[in-house]
């Protein structure tokens, strides 16, 4: 299953929803500060998937974190 994940078109996968933990480690944090983070309103706001349970699009934190990059190096 996971490598039918890693050959999707770049649409798709541009798309996809990751998990708080998947959003973590896409960002190189722990998950307990990524947590932090979205509790403060200093990462981009979820999507809501359930009662419990959020998600962010691959393509909202890709964009995310090129800001912050971009801020970085001004």
């Not at 541009?14 to 990462?43: D, M, P, Q, W």
Request: proline share 5%.
């Amino acid at each position: 299953m996971r490598d039918a994940l890693q050959n999707l078109p770049t649409e798709i996968t541009k798309n996809r929803i990751l998990t708080t933990v998947e959003a973590a480690a896409l960002c190189r944090y722990s998950t307990n500060h990524f947590r932090e983070l979205y509790r403060t309103g200093k990462v981009p706001p979820p999507i809501r998937l359930s009662a419990r349970r959020y998600g962010w699009k691959v393509s909202t934190i890709v964009e995310w974190l090129d800001s912050k990059a971009d801020k970085a190096a001004a």
